[in-house]
């Protein structure tokens, strides 16, 4: 089975602009869950999907926002960027709504200049 | 508020020595721990888990401990290997208000000296 896939994988940005992030989970996962990754705040939960609805929502601004799609691929998107949301922005899918089987995608690295 | 913390942000341990990476987490009601492994420029990898009922649990060269009354968990490689150089993140689950909530520590990075 193919892994978990983000794309792209870089990104480089400037403030005040949007971005759009993309997951595709292993075939057969319906959870997918996203996470930002800082140096000295670890993995940050943002939200979680699963059969197309936000079930889970982490502490972040309304500036963050997902959805997915009828086949379990997720975007994530980010408005009026901010240098503070440079990070790795992680994905990681399940087969059901468990945060005990996750798997994760490579990331993809943002930079806000 | 840090609820799951990884206080050393490394560690650096000789090959074949023991390597103890450890986790402290203020929520009581967190059930279930996972240990997480990260290689540069690669997502997180499951290592190993435990269940709040246990206090140990092995898998090869990995144990993870856990302390329910210290809200302490520690992970044990041993021997450790130069792959084993990664980051290391802890993290730990609770059924909260309906949802189930994850919270990951800030990672830990191990080298292995040769």
């Known amino acids: 089975k193919a892994g978990v896939t983000q794309t792209p994988r870089y990104l480089i940005k400037t403030r005040g602009q949007q971005v759009t992030l993309s997951c595709s989970p292993i075939?057969?996962?319906?959870?997918v869950s996203w996470y930002q990754q800082t140096p000295g705040q670890g993995l940050q939960f943002l939200f979680e999907?699963?059969?197309?609805?936000?079930?889970n929502k982490g502490n972040f601004p309304g500036r963050f926002s997902g959805r997915q799609f009828s086949n379990s691929r997720s975007e994530m998107n980010v408005s009026t960027l901010e240098l503070g949301d440079s990070a790795l922005y992680l994905c990681?899918?399940?087969?059901?709504?468990?945060?005990?089987?996750?798997?994760f995608g490579p990331g993809t690295r943002l930079t806000v200049l | 508020d840090q609820q799951v913390k990884q206080n050393s942000p490394s560690l650096s341990v000789q090959e074949g020595r023991i390597s103890i990476l450890n986790c402290d987490y203020t929520?009581?009601?967190?059930?279930?721990f996972l240990w997480y492994k990260k290689y540069p420029a690669e997502g997180p990898t499951f290592l190993i888990s435990?269940?709040?009922?246990?206090d140990k649990n092995e898998d090869g060269r990995f144990t993870v401990f856990l302390n329910k009354s210290a809200k302490h968990l520690s992970l044990h490689i041993v021997p450790s290997q130069p792959g084993d150089s990664a980051v290391y993140f802890c993290?730990?689950?609770?059924?909260?208000?309906?949802?189930?909530?994850?919270?990951f520590g800030q990672g830990t990075r191990l080298t292995i000296n040769p």
């Open positions: 435990i269940s709040s009922i246990k």
């Open positions: 993290a730990a689950t609770a059924l909260i208000q309906g949802a189930q909530k994850l919270v």
């Open positions: 999907y699963f059969s197309e609805t936000q079930r």
């Open positions: 075939s057969g996962h319906r959870s």
């Open positions: 929520n009581s009601m967190f059930d279930y």
């Open positions: 990681a899918s399940s087969p059901k709504s468990s945060y005990n089987e996750q798997f």
